[in-house]
C-alpha cells in the first residue's frame, strides 16, 4: 500500500489551522497513524486509528478520516510544532509510511 | 518507562553484514501485547519500516529487503536484533529499534534513539 502526503512542504504562522492529508492507495479501515519527528530525533507518535490522540499529546492535534484519505490537524500552530510528519497504515504488511510534510516558521 | 537503546558499528563496509542489537529497559521483552520492530531514515530522507518480531519469534519482514533481513530476540537478555546481509551505500541510515502493541490499529510508541550506520569502504 502507498501512501502519498501533501502538501510536502508547508510554511506557517504560530497560530495558524494546518491541515496534512495522507492519501492511501487502497483502503487502509482506521488503521492510519500519524507522528512528528524533529531534526535528529526519532518520531514521535501522534494519533493511532486516525483519530485517537497518543496519552500525553496536546488536544490542539486531531485526527481524521477513513478508507483512503486522512487528515491530521493542527489547531493553532505552536513554536514547538515545526517539525516534520509522517503518516503509517498498518492495515497491511509492510507497514508503509508517508514520505512525510515538513511544517516551517513563515 | 519503557526505553530502547540500539547498539552497534557505526560503519560496515559494502558486501558485509549491518548487525545491531536493541535493549529494553522499563519493561520486558516478553511482554505478551508488544511487538518489537525496526525502523531505517536515510539521511535526510523518509522512513521505512524494515520489519518487528513477537517474543515468541514470530516475525514479519519488508518484502523490498527480500532475503537479506534476519529479526532475532533473545529474551534471557531483554534484546532483538537486526541483520541486513550485502549491504550497500543505499543501506546508510538511520537506524531506529520501537516498540508496537499487537492490535492492529496500534503503531509504534516507544522509539530508541536511533543509530547512524555507514556502509563505505
Known amino acids: 500500500i502507498q501512501l502519498t502526503q501533501s502538501p510536502s512542504f508547508l510554511s506557517a504562522s504560530v497560530g495558524d489551522r494546518v491541515t496534512i492529508t495522507c492519501r492511501a492507495s487502497?483502503?487502509?479501515?482506521?488503521?492510519l497513524a500519524w507522528y512528528q519527528q524533529k531534526p535528529g530525533k526519532a518520531p514521535k507518535l501522534l494519533i493511532y486509528?486516525?483519530?485517537t490522540l497518543q496519552s500525553g499529546v496536546s488536544s490542539r492535534f486531531s485526527g481524521s478520516g477513513s478508507g483512503t484519505e486522512f487528515t491530521l490537524t493542527i489547531s493553532s500552530l505552536q513554536p514547538e510544532d515545526f517539525a516534520t510528519y509522517y503518516c503509517?497504515?498498518?492495515?497491511?504488511?509492510?507497514?508503509?509510511f508517508g514520505p512525510g510534510t515538513k511544517v516551517d516558521i513563515k | 518507562q519503557l526505553q530502547l537503546q540500539e547498539s552497534g558499528p557505526g560503519l560496515v563496509k559494502p558486501s558485509e553484514t549491518l548487525s545491531l542489537t536493541c535493549t529494553v529497559s522499563?519493561?520486558?521483552?516478553?511482554?505478551?501485547?508488544?511487538?518489537w520492530g525496526w525502523i531505517r531514515q536515510p539521511p535526510g530522507k523518509g522512513l521505512e519500516w524494515i520489519g518487528h518480531?513477537?517474543?515468541?519469534?514470530?516475525?514479519y519482514s519488508n518484502p523490498s529487503l527480500k532475503s537479506r533481513v534476519t529479526i532475532s530476540v533473545d529474551t534471557s537478555k531483554d534484546q532483538f536484533s537486526l541483520e541486513l546481509t550485502s549491504v550497500t551505500a543505499a543501506d546508510t541510515a538511520v537506524y531506529y529499534c520501537?516498540?508496537?502493541?499487537?492490535?492492529?490499529?496500534?503503531?509504534?510508541?516507544?522509539w530508541g534513539q536511533g543509530t547512524l550506520v555507514t556502509v563505505s569502504s
Open positions: 520501537a516498540r508496537r502493541g499487537v492490535l492492529i490499529q496500534l503503531p509504534f510508541d516507544s
Open positions: 522499563g519493561g520486558s521483552i516478553t511482554s505478551s501485547d508488544s511487538y
Open positions: 518480531i513477537y517474543y515468541s519469534g514470530s516475525t
Open positions: 487502497q483502503g487502509i479501515s482506521s488503521y
Open positions: 486509528a486516525a483519530s
Open positions: 503509517q497504515q498498518l492495515n497491511s504488511y509492510p507497514h508503509t
